[in-house]
């Protein structure tokens, strides 16, 4: 009945309005509120970017804006203060606001009338929010990299739109497989184009250390060597690091970034034997099982280690957090993995930075305001709850990018569930773990392992098209989230899809159009 009363509500909206209408645009994620008006306004070559402030941020988005409009449009749009001359018509104009009517930082309204484009927001955030909606409003061939010879009209309308969560990201493991710096920030425009703003780089495991520590630089010269398969690793130096940092940052995305511990952490033990309770190294480890490996919780070079290690990647991450793995520590006595977690806590906090990590680090005595990734266990996040800790939802039935879609997909693994694009969107993060509601909750992040993933095209295959759902699970109001509707939206992504050049899997659950 809940379905039949969807579709007639559905279709007698549609009779109502017309295809041009900007609420029958395919959105993801879908705003808060969308108005339609008649008209379209249409940008041309003669179309300018006017800013009213004289403001760093603001000219940055705009560039962005210019040099995100170039390729497929030809035109070379210049940013310009807004003054009486020059806001006649045919601009889109871009304001920072004081109006309370922004929610928050990341709010944004965006109205399009047949002379300009209006884009308010609080922030320059806001506005690079904002922008990514535009950019969904013009015809799919602006995501082209060669000239389009197109109207690019946009449908008249206004938008008013605000994130559920604050916290919106996607994990990339890039220890398992290397990535270079130029993928890394192909999956950061993955995020951005969606309005994720979370970027969370596992950056350490048993296969590969992946991030330069000037005063240990053997956990990259021999622990960032291999990977798995046993092909040629990798690693970020400090200023690779920084790049990515910036590309994030120009994008409006945090990088966490994570050094999983005590476990998970054999590439570190092959570099340096001193690390080992034995002072003996294992050899590099380029296989896929996991929970063998731990640091020597005894010893206190092992501290003296995680404060360098901490101490050089806060200082080059401005972002507040800093994750601690903490999960699958098997190779660690409980007694021992408290202690350790409970002086690491401590090191962390030294360094100005909060603490994430995996479910599992509940059992030690966190202290409130630690965020707790749930992945696996409803127990440890209610414990974590008890605690006072905030959780972010990256349930491994639902969230992780890594399951396979079903039991034909050619890459990805299935431990946690098959996870096809209806079981990725489909589930609400405030009602999924019984006593965890929305107010314990940070917000989603859907991680992306890579043990069976190896290059770029092969991320596009996980990512696409489960990614857009986890942004909509994120961003949109729970109200209006609905399966069937979503993947009718979806299914209209596919020409931009393909412009875009992505690999991305055809799911049959899908209305490809
Ligand atoms: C479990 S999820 C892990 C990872 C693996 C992943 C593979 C989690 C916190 N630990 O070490 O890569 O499964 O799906």
Not at 305 to 324: L, N, S
Not at 379 to 406: C, F, G, H, T
Not at 465 to 490: F, H, T
Request: with cysteine; net charge negative.
């Amino acid at each position: 009945f809940g379905l039949a009363l969807f579709l007639t509500l559905a279709f007698s909206s549609r009779s109502n309005s017309s295809e041009n209408d900007m609420s029958q645009t395919s959105l993801i994620p879908i705003p808060v509120q969308i108005e339609d008006s008649e008209g379209s306004f249409e940008l041309t070559s003669r179309t300018a970017i006017l800013i009213s402030e004289n403001e760093a941020e603001i000219e940055s988005v705009a560039n962005y804006l210019s040099e995100f409009l170039k390729p497929a449009t030809g035109f070379d749009l210049p940013v310009k203060q807004n003054s009486e001359e020059n806001s006649r018509s045919g601009n889109i104009i871009l304001a920072l606001s004081k109006d309370s009517e922004f929610q928050n930082e990341e709010a944004y309204i965006l109205e399009v009338l047949d002379e300009n484009v209006h884009l308010e927001a609080s922030s320059s955030e806001g506005l690079f929010r904002g922008i990514q909606t535009l950019r969904q409003l013009l015809p799919a061939e602006i995501e082209s990299n060669t000239v389009q010879d197109i109207k690019w009209n946009i449908t008249s309308g206004k938008i008013k739109d605000h994130p559920q969560y604050s916290y919106r990201g996607a994990m990339l493991d890039v220890s398992r497989h290397f990535f270079s710096v130029e993928e890394v920030k192909q999956y950061i425009e993955f995020l951005a184009a969606y309005k994720m703003n979370k970027l969370h780089l596992h950056l350490s495991d048993d296969q590969g250390w992946r991030i330069e520590i000037k005063k240990w630089p053997k956990l990259t010269s021999i622990g960032g060597s291999k990977e798995v398969g046993d092909t040629e690793g990798g690693f970020y130096t400090q200023e690779d690091y920084k790049e990515i940092v910036k590309y994030a940052q120009k994008h409006y995305i945090i990088v966490v970034p994570e050094i999983d511990m005590p476990g998970h952490t054999n590439a570190a033990l092959a570099s340096y034997p001193e690390l080992n309770c034995d002072d003996k190294s294992p050899e590099l480890y380029t296989g896929i099982e996991v929970g063998f490996s731990s640091l020597c919780v005894d010893k206190e070079l092992t501290y003296e280690f995680i404060d360098d290690v901490i101490g050089e990647i806060a200082a080059i991450t401005p972002g507040p957090y800093f994750h601690i793995g903490g999960d699958e520590s098997h190779a660690t006595s409980k007694e021992d993995y408290n202690y350790f977690i409970n002086r690491v806590q401590k090191i962390v906090k030294k360094y100005g930075k909060k603490i994430i990590g995996w479910d599992e680090i509940q059992t030690a005595a966190i202290e409130e305001g630690v965020i707790a990734q749930f992945w696996a266990s409803e127990e440890n996040a209610v414990a974590a709850k008890k605690k006072k800790a905030k959780i972010l939802m990256s349930p491994s039935k639902r969230a992780y990018m890594d399951m396979q879609y079903d039991s034909l997909s050619p890459l990805g693994l299935h431990w946690a569930a098959y996870i096809e694009v209806d079981d990725a969107y489909d589930w609400n993060p405030s009602n999924l773990v019984p006593e965890i509601t929305k107010d314990d909750i940070v917000g989603i992040e859907a991680p992306l392992w890579t043990e069976t993933i190896e290059d770029i095209e092969d991320v596009e295959y996980m990512v696409f098209p489960r990614l857009p759902g986890y942004a909509e699970i994120g961003w949109s109001p729970d109200s209006l989230r609905n399966w069937e509707e979503y993947k009718i939206r979806l299914g209209k992504q596919y020409k931009r899809f393909k412009i875009m050049d992505l690999n991305f899997y055809e799911s049959p659950k899908v209305p490809w159009e």
